[in-house]
T-cell receptor, first 112, second 115 residues
Framework: AQTVTQSQPEMSVQEAETVTLSCTYDTSESDYYLFWYKQPPSRQMILVIRQEAYKQQNATENRFSVNFQKAAKSFSLKISDSQLGDAAMYFCGGGSQGNLIFGKGTKLSVKP | DAGVIQSPRHEVTEMGQEVTLRCKPISGHDYLFWYRQTMMRGLELLIYFNNNVPIDDSGMPEDRFSAKMPNASFSTLKIQPSEPRDSAVYFC?????????????FGPGTRLTVL
């Protein structure tokens, strides 16, 4: 069984500041990947960043980076230099072989 | 590339009516996924196909729901009869392969309202 938990229903950050969104992922699978998707008000789901579980190095995509702590089952997303366009719902999730599980999401607000 | 295409974007129907949602995956993708999103339950995987064959339909809520993929470029999700609790946003997504390393590309979703 797999479970994804996002414990922060809402977060807020000042423009240009840094914010970290939390996620825990529990699975019995040995081979899996984790990801963060962004859903702006347009409701389009957009992949932000992906992490393969076997990789030691944390993934980075421009202003977005993850901190993957496998033993702690933690997979947090850090957004640096926050921009107004980052305001959205952020979904953490994971899986393998198509069986993807999503968390309930964190709503991020960015204050100008 | 046009991305994943879903139609209609919005659907309003009355309880008891049949509803058909449509999806065209990205050309060349061999996996197709149907999701449902609600405030209460979040984003749930309903069913997914590989090369037009249903692989896992354990997420389909009940027999009123059915999904087909007659060819590589088209899939439908049908609800018959529809109920108010089926109101949700339904997403279709596709990818080249499943497994750990491939991104799922989502369509814009269909917002279904059952009165």
């Amino acid at each position: 069984a797999q479970t994804v938990t996002q414990s922060q229903p809402e977060m807020s950050v000042q423009e240009a500041e840094t914010v970290t969104l939390s996620c825990t992922y529990d699975t019995s699978e040995s081979d899996y990947y984790l990801f963060w998707y962004k859903q702006p008000p347009s409701r389009q789901m957009i992949l932000v960043i992906r992490q393969e579980a076997y990789k030691q190095q944390n993934a980075t995509e421009n202003r977005f980076s993850v901190n993957f702590q496998k033993a702690a089952k933690s997979f947090s997303l850090k957004i640096s230099d926050s921009q107004l366009g980052d305001a959205a719902m952020y979904f953490c999730g994971g899986g393998s072989q198509g069986n993807l599980i999503f968390g309930k999401g964190t709503k991020l607000s960015v204050k100008p | 590339d046009a991305g994943v295409i879903q139609s209609p974007r919005h659907e309003v129907t009355e309880m008891g009516q049949e509803v058909t949602l449509r999806c065209k995956p990205i050309s060349g993708h061999d996996y197709l996924f149907w999701y449902r999103q609600t405030m209460m339950r979040g984003l749930e995987l309903l069913i997914y196909f590989n090369n037009n064959v249903p692989i896992d339909d354990s997420g389909m809520p009940e027999d009123r729901f059915s999904a087909k993929m007659p060819n590589a470029s088209f899939s439908t999700l049908k609800i018959q009869p529809s109920e108010p609790r089926d109101s949700a946003v339904y997403f279709c997504a596709s990818s080249w392969t499943s497994g750990p390393y491939n991104e799922q590309f989502f369509g814009p979703g269909t917002r279904l309202t059952v009165l």
